[in-house]
Nanobody, 115 residues
Framework: QVQLVESGGGLVQPGGSLRLSCAASGSAGSIYAMGWYRQAPGKQRELVAIVIIGGSTNYATSAKGRFTISRDNAKNTVYLQMNSLKPEDTAVYYC?????????WGQGTLVTVSS
């Protein structure tokens, strides 16, 4: 079983930056994909970015050019560097990991972009 620990959320002003981290432990060797989703109040959860085994990445249109997802395989950790943040980026961000036994979700970390 894989366990996830997220960190890095908080309050930031528009135009600022944050970096989210998600560390996986347990049967981390079975991971084939790691990503980030977000859910804003009153909205459905949506994909932000994902990195799959081999290093390929995919981004939501809203994240392209501003967010960068990366993975440290040695630490089983995925990062989301978020730059040029906008108020509409305000949401709970969830780490998502695909394993041989199914999908695992993190507990979520709140990102608030406000002046």
């Amino acid at each position: 079983q894989v366990q996830l620990v997220e960190s890095g959320g908080g309050l930031v002003q528009p135009g600022g930056s944050l970096r989210l981290s998600c560390a996986a432990s347990g049967s981390a060797g079975s991971i084939y994909a790691m990503g980030w989703y977000r859910q804003a109040p009153g909205k459905q959860r949506e994909l932000v970015a994902i990195v799959i085994i081999g290093g390929s990445t995919n981004y939501a249109t809203s994240a392209k050019g501003r967010f960068t997802i990366s993975r440290d395989n040695a630490k089983n950790t995925v990062y989301l560097q978020m730059n040029s943040l906008k108020p509409e980026d305000t949401a709970v961000y969830y780490c998502n990991v695909g394993t041989a036994r199914g999908v695992v979700w993190g507990q979520g970390t709140l990102v608030t972009v406000s002046s």
